[in-house]
């Protein structure tokens, strides 16, 4: 059983250092944002006119921490590159539910864990090594007794009313 589990931990953390690298790219000179948008200010970090009509659908990843777990939402366009964005505060639905095994063996859904409506204000909110993140404090969630994994839920709304959803189905429900 521990050995299944730390699979499962290194699988998920392949995932998401995958996910992370798998929209970089390497160029040489100057560099524009993915997204099409405009500085109020040169060099200012909060920005106007973002085209979020270039977001085709999200990625979404959970890491435990010291206290409870940080989630991760990434905008993609059609090239799977993150669209840089500021200055808007887009509403997020969090849904985290505990997992179980039914009687063949496939893993579903068992007890709801956390739920939140909340907002992401900035694309490093999707990049760990930015320092951006959701935080949900282990104290706001309720991990049933026993439950170590579980599947995080995620909808993001953007200005012009799409909503795209994911789901990261290696979630830990217990600090590391």
Not at 54 to 62: D, G, Q
Not at 162 to 167: A, D, G, H, N, W
């Amino acid at each position: 059983m521990k050995s299944t589990i730390r699979v499962g931990i290194l699988l998920a953390f392949i995932v998401i250092i995958f996910t992370i690298f798998s929209g970089c790219t390497t160029t040489s000179g100057p560099t524009q944002p993915i997204s099409n948008q405009a500085s109020s200010t040169p060099g200012s970090s909060t920005q106007t006119n973002v085209d979020f009509s270039m977001v085709t659908h999200v990625n979404v990843s959970t890491i435990a921490g010291h206290d409870g777990i940080t989630v991760h939402l990434n905008l993609l366009d059609q090239k799977n590159q993150t669209v840089i964005w500021s200055g808007v505060k887009l509403p997020v639905d969090i849904d985290i539910w505990s997992t179980r095994f039914d009687s063949n063996r496939q893993q579903i859904k068992d007890s709801l864990v956390f739920r939140k409506i909340g907002a992401s204000s900035e694309w490093r909110e999707g990049n760990a090594f930015m320092g951006g993140e959701i935080q949900i404090p282990s104290s706001e969630m309720r991990v049933p007794t026993g439950a170590t994994n579980g599947w995080t839920y995620v909808t993001v709304h953007i200005p012009d009313g799409k909503t795209f959803s994911v789901t990261d189905e290696y979630t830990p429900l217990n600090p590391s």
